[in-house]
Structures are given as C-alpha cells and as structure tokens.
C-alpha cells in the first residue's frame, strides 16, 4: 500500500512540474506577443505621424517631390509588411527615408521655423525613442522565450505542444540602426 501511495505521489508530482512548465512557456509566449503590440502600437503612432509632417513639409518642398513620395512609399511598404522580419526590413527602410527627408529639409529654413512642423518633428522623435524602448523589451521577451523552447527539459514540452522559436525584431545594418536625426536646432 505506501509503494502504491509513493507512486501515486510521485505521479502527482510529475504531472504537477509537466502542467507548470507548460504554463511557463505559454506565460512567454503570451509575454512574447504583449511585447509586439507595444511596438506595433509605437509604429503605428509613427505612421500616423508622417503624413502630418509630410503635409507640413509640402508647402514649403515644392521642388523635393521625390522625397515625399520616397516616404510616403516606404510608409506604404511598412504598414503592410506581415512578419517580424519584414516589418524589421521595412521599418528600416522607411527611417532611411525619413533621415534623408531630415537631410533635405535642412535646405528649408522656414519649415525648420515652423512651429507645426517642429511640434511633428518633437513627436516623431519621442516616438523613435519609444521604438527603441519597445524594440528592447521584445527582444528580452523573445531571448527568454527562445530559451526556454530550446533548452532541456522544457525543450520536450515545447516540442510536444508546438511552441515554435519567435522571431527578433533586428535591424538589418549598422547604418539603418542610426535613429532619424530630427533635431534642427
């Protein structure tokens, strides 16, 4: 009878250790996914802002029509990339844009004076900040939950339940890591 009441003991505990591993790594996941909305959330409130400061800029760009549009594309392309790596390769491609827009609108002295134009420019750079900011927590959260998918023994419940590695949200060159200067003082 106690050998029978140690094995159950023994059961109970194993299944209680299996149940909470599993709970672990669906907690990552769901840490994981948490942490690519707030970058989401971040890079919509950068595309939302371009437009803005586009609209602003066109007043007095009248004769730099191929930068606009340059953004406007490279906005376009990022708002409809799908996966985290798109996504890292667009957005990196829509900050080059927007460094070259930065570099353009120094030949503008008026819209450098404009107040609208700085208030956009302000707003775009808190945003870059809170970019990075989101970009780091997500790839925390993704080291972590990479860890644990591919480490022993939680690696065999991973496996047994299909939790699949998650993508970093990486930055393809060291140029494109570069953050937009916006600073026109």
């Known amino acids: 009878m106690l050998g029978f009441l140690v094995l159950v003991g023994l059961i109970v505990v194993i299944v209680v250790w299996l149940v909470g591993m599993y709970n672990g790594l669906v907690g990552l996941r769901n840490a994981v996914k948490n942490a690519w909305s707030q970058i989401d959330v971040q890079l919509k409130r950068r595309h939302d802002l371009i437009p803005n400061l586009v609209e602003t800029a066109k007043g007095y760009m009248k004769h730099e029509r191929e930068t606009l549009q340059a953004i406007t594309d490279a906005r376009s392309r990022a708002m409809g990339a799908g ?3 798109e996504k ?7 900050s080059g844009a ?16 404009n107040q609208n134009f700085l208030a956009l420019q302000e707003e775009l750079t808190s945003t870059e900040n809170k970019i990075a900011f989101s970009r780091q927590a997500y790839n925390d959260a993704v080291m972590t ?7 022993f023994p939680s690696n065999i419940i991973a ?8 993508e970093f949200f990486q930055v393809e060159d060291a140029a494109e890591r570069k953050t937009p200067k916006v600073d026109f003082s």
């Open 98 to 113: 927007i460094s070259k827009f930065m570099l353009v609108v120094e030949n503008y002295p008026d819209l450098k004076a």
């Open 83 to 85: 996966t985290v790596g």
């Open 145 to 151: 939950y990479n860890n644990k998918t591919q480490m």
């Open 88 to 94: 890292a390769q667009a957005e990196s491609a829509l």
């Open 159 to 166: 496996g047994m339940f299909n939790f699949q590695a998650s």
